[in-house]
């Protein structure tokens, strides 16, 4: 019985420490995938570099992922995964990082509204941000001072000329000469 007590607590602590060291998720990563991706997740021999691929990936995607794996490409599941460890996992995914170049990346957008939004960001400037969303839309976003909205209107200038019609007319009702300098 003493000894049965014994066990159980190191069993106990031995997972707490698990659960608490800060790269248990990079050693999920080195046992049951490096062998494959490489230990840098830039890709190996049997497996593709995964870096520039997590980002578009959303937490569920990665989870169904670990449990149904991609057989058909020669990627095993992995249902044995805990649910901490899967966490942890997914944690240590998103600090890879390509060898080169800084690869795409994910945020989570503030709006105007307070909302948050989640996703990949596929291009960005100091003005606007476009995003694919968790949701798998794309959302096409204005800068609006450290938050951000959705684009309501959008003019092009297609030509020199403007519209193929050549009126120099623009519908944008934002700027007009009453409140532009020149
Ligand atoms: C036996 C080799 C092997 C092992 C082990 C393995 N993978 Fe893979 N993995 C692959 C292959 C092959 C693909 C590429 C499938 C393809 O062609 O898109 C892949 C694809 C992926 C992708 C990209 C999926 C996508 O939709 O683009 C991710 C992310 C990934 N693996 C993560 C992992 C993680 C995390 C582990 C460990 C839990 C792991 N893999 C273990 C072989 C492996």
Redesign the pocket.
């Known amino acids: 019985m003493r000894v049965a007590v014994f066990f159980l607590c190191a069993l106990l602590s031995g997972s707490i420490a698990f659960a608490q060291t800060p790269d248990s998720g990079r050693q999920?990563?080195v046992n049951?995938?490096?062998?494959?991706?490489g230990s840098d997740?830039n890709g190996g021999e049997?497996?593709?570099a995964?870096a520039t691929?997590?980002p578009?990936?959303t937490d569920e995607?990665?989870a169904s992922?670990?449990r149904q794996?991609?057989p058909a490409?020669?990627?095993?599941p992995?249902p044995s995964?805990t649910d901490s460890e899967t966490r942890e996992?997914i944690r240590y995914?998103r600090r890879l990082r390509p060898r080169t170049g800084s690869g795409p990346s994910r945020a989570t957008l503030t709006l105007v509204d307070g909302g948050l939004v989640s996703g990949l960001v596929l291009n960005q400037s100091a003005l606007d941000l476009q995003l694919l969303g968790d949701d798998r839309t794309i959302h096409l976003f204005r800068k609006s001072g450290d938050r951000y909205r959705a684009v309501t209107s959008q003019a092009d200038w297609p030509s020199y000329n403007g519209q193929t019609s050549g009126s120099r007319f623009s519908p944008l009702a934002e700027i007009t000469t009453a409140n532009s300098p020149g």
Do not use: E, Q, S
């Open positions: 999920v990563f049951r995938c490096a062998a494959c991706h997740g049997l497996g593709p995964i691929r997590v578009a990936l995607n990665l992922l670990f794996g991609l490409a020669g990627m095993p992995f995964l996992l995914l």
